[in-house]
Each structure stands twice: as C-alpha cells, then as structure tokens.
T-cell receptor, first 116, second 112 residues
Framework: GAVVSQHPSWVICKSGTSVKIECRSL??????MFWYRQFPKQSLMLMATSNEGSKATYEQGVEKDKFLINHASLTLSTLTVTSAHPEDSSFYIC????????????FGSGTRLTVV | QKEVEQNSGPLSVPEGAIASLNCTYSDRGSQSFFWYRQYSGKSPELIMF????GDKEDGRFTAQLNKASQYVSLLIRDSQPSDSATYLC????????????FGKGTTLSVSS
C-alpha cells in the first residue's frame, strides 16, 4: 500500500532555531500534501495544504512566514518551523493525497517537536 | 466556521458490547467521511470511510451516514480491550481528495 515516510520522528531544538520536517511518498505521487499539528489531548488541526509546484495555502491563524512549506516534487514536501519557540512544541503530521477526487489519504508517522 | 463535533467521552463499554461513536459536521459540501483510530503519540489509522447515505459494514465495524442530518456514526460490535483508543471522525472540505477536517475525537475504553 501507499507509504509516506516522515522524518525525523522526534526532535528537540533550542528556542530561536529552525527545524525542517520531511515527508516523502515512497510508492505514489503525492499531488497534494496536508500538514497538521496536534497538541496534547487535542485533535489534528489543519495548518496548510500544498500542491506540487505551487505555493501552500495556509489556514487562518497559521503564520506562513513561520511555517514554511515546500512541495517541489511529487514525492517530497517539507515543513520548516522557523525561529521555533516553546509554544511551537507539538506533534506535526503530514498527509498525502493523489489529488482531488482521490479516495485515499496516507499519513506520515508524525514528528514530535520539543522546543526548549 | 466549518466544524466536526464529537463527544470527547470517555466512552466506557464492557468487553463484548457494542460501542457507538457519533459525529456531526457543519459543512453540507462535505462528500467523504472517515473514521480513524489514534493511539497516544501515534499517527491516525484508517478504520473506515463512507461516501453514500446508509450503512457500510467491514468486519466488526459499521459506519452510518445521514447527509440530511449531517451525521456520521461508527458502531463497533463485540468490543475488545484492544479497541481502546481515541476515535477521530474526519470529513472532507468538499469533494474527495480535499483536506480532511477532524473532530476532537472520542476516547473509548473497553474493559475486560
């Protein structure tokens, strides 16, 4: 079946530094990638939607200059948390789709980010 | 504001009983509906999806959809302790392939 590899699975960084999270679709072309954030005991909150070769569309309240999303190819999308602060500590999950009309969503395994 | 509402629980059922999980959504444009199971610190696992009104059965699981009432449910028959987890309802923001919007999840506890 479809697999999305997400790395790193966990990362600890110092406040003010940047962290990059990668999601790779291993056996299909991910036309669309969705990025979610999940705080403890909360649900997955959609942060942004990115289509290959296009600028990401961010949800209301999500700072596009802080959460940089790149989807340069059909198999790789990245999320960079810039100038991370403790309040950015969360579980970040990507979800790939083969595009509008596709019936499946493949989730990455998630990245636990802790900013100290 | 497009929302997906779930009772957070916890929902406690004895082993072998039927667990009933409910979800309502606000966007009438949503066309695809999903149930995921999530364990703490892990990514969601797909349980079932449903597109058409009515029931869809898969083993011990039955998903029910009523678009007129904007209501989705998941029934788990013969509940097992291993079914204990958080169950997330998710709906598409429009047609299939568009972003999934998640509810806050219902925590299910099955006691042996």
């Amino acid at each position: 079946g479809a697999v999305v590899s997400q790395h790193p699975s966990w990362v600890i960084c110092k406040s003010g530094t940047s962290v990059k999270i990668e999601c790779r679709s291993l056996d299909f072309q991910a036309t669309t990638m969705f990025w979610y954030r999940q705080f403890p005991k909360q649900s997955l909150m959609l942060m942004a939607t990115s289509n290959e070769g296009s600028k990401a569309t961010y949800e209301q309240g999500v700072e596009k200059d802080k959460f940089l999303i790149n989807h340069a190819s059909l198999t790789l999308s990245t999320l960079t948390v810039t100038s991370a602060h403790p309040e950015d500590s969360s579980f970040y999950i990507c979800s790939a789709s083969a595009g509008t009309g596709a019936t499946g969503y493949t989730f990455g395994s998630g990245t636990r980010l802790t900013v100290v | 504001q497009k929302e997906v509402e779930q009772n957070s629980g916890p929902l406690s059922v004895p082993e072998g009983a039927i667990a009933s999980l409910n979800c309502t959504y606000s966007d009438r444009g949503s066309q695809s509906f999903f149930w995921y199971r999530q364990y703490s610190g892990k990514s969601p696992e797909l349980i079932m999806f449903i597109y058409s009104n009515g029931d869809k059965e898969d083993g011990r699981f039955t998903a029910q959809l009523n678009k007129a009432s904007q209501y989705v449910s998941l029934l788990i028959r013969d509940s097992q302790p291993s079914d204990s987890a958080t169950y997330l309802c998710a709906v598409t923001r429009g047609q299939a392939g568009t972003a999934l919007i998640f509810g806050k999840g219902t925590t299910l506890s099955v006691s042996s």
